[in-house]
Structures are given as structure tokens and as C-alpha cells.
């Protein structure tokens, strides 16, 4: 049963990296950039803060280094943007982006996906 259960929580994560990888790739080719490995292409935070800057439309700080205390700061920049727009993050923390965790990475850009797509959707409702 355990095993089952397992299996199924894998295909569905291996589907969500895929849906949210070609959705991530969708709004980065507008700057010339791309996501093969959701995974590991979001961990320097650089497609991260391009993704965020292409849905609002501002520009955002960033560091150019390729340490890590760089990877962290720009994955900070990126959360701190999202909570100063009172987006909630459980328990992510730029350490989880920054090592890849696939729960982690993939609450996030469904968290991204969830304000950004449906405040568009309800822009479009009450204006329509």
C-alpha cells in the first residue's frame, strides 16, 4: 500500500514540475531566459527574481556573485517581494530554494501561480 502511495505522490509531483516548468518558461522567454530542471535553475534565485520581475512589471535588486550567501540573498529578495505583498509562504525559506527542495519549490511557484494568474483572472472579471 505504502509503496503505491509513493509512487503516486511522485508522478503528481514529476507532473506538477513539468506544468509549472513550462508555465515558468512561458513568462521568461519575455527576458531571454529559461528553466530546464525547475529544481536547480531556480536555486541562484535569478530566474526567480526575472519571473517575478516579468509579472509585476518592477525591478528588482539582485546579486551577481555565485556564492552561496549570494544564491541566499537573491532567493531573499525574491520572498521579501512576495510577503511585502502580503502573499503568504509556509514555512519556505530561502535556504529551501537555494538546496533544491522539490516540496518547497514547487509550493512556491504554485504560490506565485495562485496570486499572479488568478489576480489577473479577477482584474479581467470586474472589468468585463
Known amino acids: 500500500m505504502w509503496k503505491s502511495l509513493f509512487k503516486f505522490t511522485d508522478e503528481r509531483d514529476a507532473i506538477q514540475k ?21 529544481f536547480d535553475d531556480l536555486r541562484d534565485g535569478h530566474n526567480l527574481i526575472s519571473l517575478l520581475e516579468v509579472l509585476s512589471g518592477e525591478l528588482l535588486p539582485r546579486e551577481r556573485g555565485r556564492m552561496r550567501f549570494h544564491q541566499l ?52 472579471c470586474s472589468t468585463g
Open 18 to 38: 513539468k506544468t509549472f516548468t513550462k508555465w515558468l518558461n512561458k513568462h521568461l522567454k519575455k527576458v531571454n531566459r529559461h528553466v530546464d530542471d525547475l
Open 73 to 124: 540573498q537573491n532567493v531573499q529578495v525574491a520572498l521579501d517581494f512576495l510577503k511585502n505583498r502580503n502573499i503568504r509562504l509556509v514555512n519556505i525559506r530561502p535556504e529551501d530554494i537555494v538546496d533544491g527542495n522539490p516540496k518547497l519549490t514547487l509550493g512556491l511557484i504554485w504560490t506565485i501561480i495562485l496570486h499572479f494568474q488568478c489576480s489577473n483572472c479577477w482584474t479581467l
